[in-house]
């Protein structure tokens, strides 16, 4: 069975760092582009940062563009977020998914097939 496992949220000053780790199991983790997601209460979901899997394409949204650095270590089936320079609108809950690399795209979470429990991250102003 699949599973996608988050690590890495917790609570950390603007301008800070943090670094998300997305541990995946029970897939074939070199046919799956991997994805972050987050949601703010109240808020839609959105697509962070999203990278297939030898990196021939990399997602980001404009919002975390410069800031954020996905990455992905194939070996260990990690996918990681970087999150740098830290704003308090950045506080949210962080998933990590998998899509099949062949169809759908890297920014459409309804094309993606599996999703971890989420972590939060909060960004104290």
């Known amino acids: 069975q699949v599973q996608l496992v988050e690590s890495g949220g917790g609570l950390v000053q603007t301008g800070g760092s943090l670094r998300l780790s997305c541990a995946a199991s029970?897939?074939?983790?070199?046919?799956?582009?991997m994805g972050w997601f987050r949601q703010a209460p109240g808020k839609q979901r959105e697509a962070v940062a999203a990278?297939?899997?030898?990196?021939?394409?990399?997602y980001y949204a404009d919002s975390v563009k410069g800031r954020f650095t996905i990455s992905r270590d194939n070996a260990k089936n990690t996918v990681y977020l970087q999150m740098n320079s830290l704003k308090s609108e950045d506080t949210a809950v962080y998933y990590c998914?998998?899509?099949?690399?062949?169809?759908?795209?890297?920014?459409?979470?309804?094309?993606?097939?599996?999703w971890g429990q989420g972590t939060q991250v909060t960004v104290s102003s």
């Open positions: 998914a998998a899509k099949v690399f062949y169809s759908g795209s890297s920014s459409r979470q309804e094309d993606y097939n599996y």
């Open positions: 029970g897939l074939t983790f070199g046919q799956y582009t």
């Open positions: 990278k297939t899997p030898t990196g021939t394409i990399t």
